[in-house]
Each structure stands twice: as C-alpha cells, then as structure tokens.
C-alpha cells in the first residue's frame, strides 16, 4: 500500500515570499509544487475579478490538491490554499460557497507554514493589501487556521535564513 505524502501549504499574507519559500523547499527535496493559481488566473483577465472567478480558483485548488496527493512522493507543497480564498470570499464578497467549507473541513493537511509579516510589501498589478490590511489578513488567516484544527508554524527572516527556518520545520514533519 502507498503511503500518501505530507501535505504542507505555504501561506500568509501578500508579499510574504510564499512562492520564494515553496519553489525553494520544492528544489530541495525534488518534489512538486502545487503553485499559486490564483495569480496567474486573475493576471490573464482582462477585466476586474468576480465571485465566479474566485470560486473558479478555488475548484481549481480542490483539484490540483487532489491530483498531488495520489503522487508518490514524501511530501508535496502547495503555494497558498483554500484559507486564503475563504478568507477573500469574506472580505471582498461577503459570502461563501457552502462546499469551499466542506473542502476545508476534510482536508488533509499535514502542515501549515505561515509566512510572516517580516518582508516589505511590494505592489504588483495583482496586489491589494499592503499596510494595515496586510497585517489584519495575517491575523485572520492564522485565526482560520487555528479554527480548523491545522498544525501550523510561522516561519521568519530574510532571504535564505527564512528557508533554513522552514527546511528545520519539514524535516521534523518528515520524521513523524
């Protein structure tokens, strides 16, 4: 019987090296990355986003997920995830999809990094929230990771410092 690989997801507020860390951490132990969806989605449009499309990326989530965790591989990253898209449901809409909270509620997931708060914000045509509202998200997005009974870790510092930080954490995780 295959064993199914540890799940981690990198994630965190915008601008927090997210897909620095999980491309890094995927060289490293020669494993997939499952990478951020949402931005190359919203890039291409050629209009403002909708609830539509959100729920389009997070489906798209659901199923990139799906398709990773029937790899044999000891453990698989993923760059952002359905926290981040609930959390932008509420903020920017207001409402949720019902089976975005079944998703997360079923999910499994081995680990939570969490990208701290400790790198500048650096405005692209994607981004929204710098300063005071970067902040609160990060909050919020703990808040929701601590709701759903995740394991997590915040993972600090700069450049390669905080990918020493988080390479400690997965090889722990890797020995349970």
């Known amino acids: 019987m295959k064993n199914s ?7 965190g507020a ?4 997210k897909s620095t860390l999980a491309e890094s951490l995927g060289t490293h132990f020669n494993v997939p990355v499952i990478p951020e969806f949402a931005r190359t989605y919203v890039e291409q449009l050629n ?12 489906k798209k989530q659901v199923e990139l997920l799906n398709t990773a965790t ?5 453990v698989i990253f993923v760059d ?3 926290i981040i898209t609930k959390v932008w449901f509420e903020v920017v809409f207001k409402r949720i999809p019902d089976w975005l909270l079944t998703e997360i509620q079923s ?3 081995d680990l939570f990094l969490v990208c701290d708060n400790d790198l500048p914000w650096i405005p692209d045509s994607v981004r929204e929230n710098g300063g005071e509202k970067r902040k609160l998200l990060q909050i919020n997005y703990i808040e929701n990771i601590k709701k759903y009974n ?3 870790q915040v ?3 700069e450049n390669n410092l905080r990918f020493e930080n988080a390479l400690q954490l997965i090889k722990l995780l890797l020995k349970k």
Not at 70 to 74: D, V, Y
């Open 80 to 82: 952002t995830w359905l």
């Open 107 to 109: 999910a499994q997931i």
């Open 14 to 17: 915008e601008s927090t090296g």
């Open 5 to 11: 690989p540890k799940i981690v997801v990198i994630t």
């Open 155 to 157: 993972v600090n510092g």
């Open 150 to 152: 995740f394991a997590f």
């Open 70 to 74: 029937k790899l044999e591989h000891p």
């Open 47 to 58: 209009r403002p986003y909708n609830y539509n499309d959100v729920e389009i990326i997070a």
